[in-house]
């Protein structure tokens, strides 16, 4: 015996009893013509995509940018903004596209050249890496210098066409990246995203620009990867790079170098030496090591095999702020315009570094010494996570071509980041930085 309708389609006290036949007739009415399955099927496509393209902005959103702030590119008042911030105000002045400028190196860099009479836009899109109230703050200080910080990603490509259709740039610092050497084993999408994908459009920017800008832009002293020929010098290999951090700023070199060879882009690429100093990054060890000793908690100190241990050629700012600006006044122009190469233009490589490395317990005294307070230390093997041994940078090239000759020492260096630490956060900071 077949079962009754009632019981395929049990009512239950305050729902609506449904009975099968009647919901039948009611799905055969909205099937019965051709056009309205054609219908449909055109509601569901939509719908599917809608829901797709919805996904496809959830997950870059969360696995790439980790945005924080809402954007709203266009219209007069941010034209203008634009137009005033590039202004230049001294003759032979140039105008800059600084990305990343609400990072620590962006910062520096953007106020020295707004200093000196240049015109700056900034691009940043103030991701939480780590804490973007951080990176407000320096907008904040850029803004009261006259300079406009534009809340948008490098790899937004109808952002830079609009920047570039308002402002003819001279030349872009490229600082906009994805940091870090550690965090490559959590995000690696997150390089690849920025490091790579990003460079690529904004150099295909670029080189459509008219006329092309020339670009300085931020490599990496860990492109030397697991060398140990010491100090390192430019021409040395790169081949063994030992975190993905590294791979994606030795791809960057090896990209731009096309970008030079197929249409002209004046390229320089700066190898950063472990840069440190106020309004630094929280993510570094200097960094996060103070704000532990001042709290009282742990800190980790890594040691190499052998329990020797791990040195870096730790770099302060302000030097690194001269060897951008020389590296911007000593570019040479890109040859090309509107995507075609007219002439060879410069491609350089320089190191960036102090010349002289310190060893971290030794950077763990000074900061000691400095906030008057003992470290707890926990030392541990270095993991395998990406970390190599030593850095030291031979600087001749950079000392011949651009002048650049650091002036500040470890001691010195962290003495003026303490003094600025404290003033930024306090004595007890007890807010997480990272
Ligand atoms: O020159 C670069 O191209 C890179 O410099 C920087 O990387 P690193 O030199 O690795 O700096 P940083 O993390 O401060 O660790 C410093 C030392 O402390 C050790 N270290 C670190 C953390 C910790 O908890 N304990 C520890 O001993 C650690 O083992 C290391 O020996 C930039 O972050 C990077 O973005 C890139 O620009």
């Not at 050249?113 to 899109?125: A, E, F, P, Q, Y």
């Not at 460079?199 to 490599?219: H, Y």
């Not at 990867?225 to 590294?246: H, I, V």
């Amino acid at each position: 015996m077949p079962p009754l309708e009632e019981e395929l389609f049990p009512s239950t006290p305050g729902k609506i009893k449904i009975h099968h036949h009647t919901m039948s007739r009611a799905i055969q009415r909205c099937f019965t013509s051709t056009s309205t399955m054609f219908l449909w099927a055109l509601f569901l496509i939509a719908l599917m995509a809608s829901y797709m393209s919805i996904q496809s902005f959830v997950d870059s959103g969360s696995r790439y940018l980790h945005h924080t702030n809402s954007r709203v590119h266009g219209g007069l008042v941010w034209e203008k903004q634009i137009r005033s911030s590039a202004q230049i105000r001294r003759s032979n002045g140039i105008s800059v596209l600084v990305t990343g400028a609400a990072g620590f190196v962006g910062t520096h860099v953007s106020l020295a050249l707004k200093k000196r009479g240049d015109g700056v836009v900034g691009l940043d899109n103030f991701n939480d890496y780590y804490d973007p109230s951080l990176k407000k703050a320096r907008c904040a200080l850029l803004d009261s210098h006259n300079i406009f910080v534009v809340d948008g990603d490098i790899n937004d490509q109808r952002l830079l066409a609009k920047l570039f259709d308002l402002v003819a740039f001279t030349h872009v610092m490229h600082l906009a990246a994805q940091a870090g050497v550690r965090y490559a084993m959590e995000n690696p999408h997150s390089y690849v995203h920025s490091n790579v994908a990003g460079l690529v459009t904004l150099l295909e920017q670029c080189k459509s620009a008219d006329p092309q800008p020339a670009i300085v832009w931020a490599s990496s002293s860990s492109v030397y990867g697991l060398n140990d020929k010491t100090p390192f010098s430019e021409s040395d290999r790169t081949d063994q790079p030992a975190s993905l951090y590294a791979a994606t700023k030795k791809a960057g070199e090896a990209i731009t170098h096309t970008y030079n060879h197929i249409y002209g882009l004046s390229i320089t690429g700066l190898r950063f030496f472990t840069v440190y100093g106020p309004w630094g990054r929280p993510d570094m060890a200097y960094f996060s090591f103070t704000r532990n000793i001042l709290q009282g908690k742990p800190i980790t100190v890594y040691r190499g095999k052998n329990r020797v241990d791990l040195a870096r050629d730790f770099t302060y700012i302000d030097d690194i702020v001269k060897g951008c600006v020389a590296s911007l006044d000593t570019s040479g122009k890109s040859t090309g315009s509107g995507g075609k190469k007219k002439g060879a233009a410069p491609y350089r490589i320089f190191n960036l570094g102090n010349t002289s490395p310190v060893t971290v317990p030794a950077l763990v005294s000074i900061l000691e010494k400095n906030l008057k307070k003992k470290a707890k230390k926990n030392v541990v093997e270095m993991p395998g996570n990406g970390d190599v041994p030593f850095t030291h940078a031979n600087i001749s090239l950079a000392q011949r071509e651009l002048g650049y000759k650091p002036t500040t020492d470890l001691p010195t260096g962290l003495r003026k980041f303490v003094k600025w630490y404290l003033s930024y956060y306090g004595y007890d900071h007890s807010l997480p930085v990272n």
